[in-house]
């Protein structure tokens, strides 16, 4: 039973436009969420993180967003660049638990040039 | 660099024999977590330490264990491996044990059973 869902397993955006990578959780426990970029043969690097107190979290070019009603986020890259062509995954926690992460199956972003 | 290591790298072996992963956390890093990333699947959970003592659990196989040692380093031991097994095993570590801390992954070890 998958909580947290990243359905397209795939985008693909030219350099300087925005990307716009989505997120979905079923658990309405989950109230910090983060999101990690990975590039092949290294491992997950944390990109961003939002608590559930807000709904956008900003640190320069990436931009995250959280709608609690629809239980969905997404991560906003503008404007985008060839280096970010990597595997982004969503996780979240619970606070009041253990801090462990519950990881989304990942979305590969293409940038081209 | 995360300041997360892992080691080995790579590890390829057979069906029934035994093997341990290794992970360093960062320098003051007290939690230690191991996830399992299989073809096609996203990380999954396998347990998680704090200072030396084991604070959650995931979907670990009765097959696997691990430690965190004094050191604060961390062993995950996978033993009658089947070739279902075969995956990369990433390590992280976290300050705290609680919520809301971001986690710093390793290199990954990939293991290969033949």
């Known amino acids: 039973d998958q909580q947290v869902k990243q359905n397209s397993p795939s985008l693909s955006v030219q350099e300087g436009r925005i990307s716009i990578l989505n997120c979905d959780y079923t658990?309405?426990?989950?109230?910090?969420f983060l999101w990690y970029k990975k590039y092949p043969a290294e491992g997950p690097t944390f990109l961003i993180s939002?608590?559930?107190?807000?709904d956008k979290n900003e640190d320069g070019r990436f931009t995250v967003f959280l709608n609690k009603s629809a239980k969905h986020l997404s991560l906003h890259i503008v404007p985008s660049q060839p280096g970010d062509s990597a595997v982004y995954f969503c996780a979240a926690s619970e606070t009041g638990a253990n801090s462990k992460l519950t990881f989304g199956k990942g979305i590969t972003l293409s940038v081209r040039p | 660099d995360s300041g997360v290591t892992q080691t080995p790298k790579h590890l390829i072996t057979a069906t029934g024999q035994r093997v341990t992963l290794r992970c360093s956390p960062r320098s003051g890093d007290l939690s230690v977590y191991w996830y399992q990333q299989s073809l096609d699947q996203g990380l999954q959970f396998l347990i998680q330490y704090y200072n030396g003592e084991e604070r959650a659990k995931g979907n670990i196989l009765e097959r696997f264990s691990a430690q965190q040692f004094p050191d604060l380093h961390s062993e995950l031991n996978l033993s009658s491996l089947e070739l279902g097994d075969s995956a990369l095993y990433f390590c992280a570590s976290s300050v705290q044990w609680r919520a809301r801390n971001e986690q710093f992954f390793g290199p990954g070890t990939r293991l290969t059973v033949l």
């Open positions: 939002i608590s559930s107190i807000k």
């Open positions: 658990n309405s426990m989950f109230d910090y």
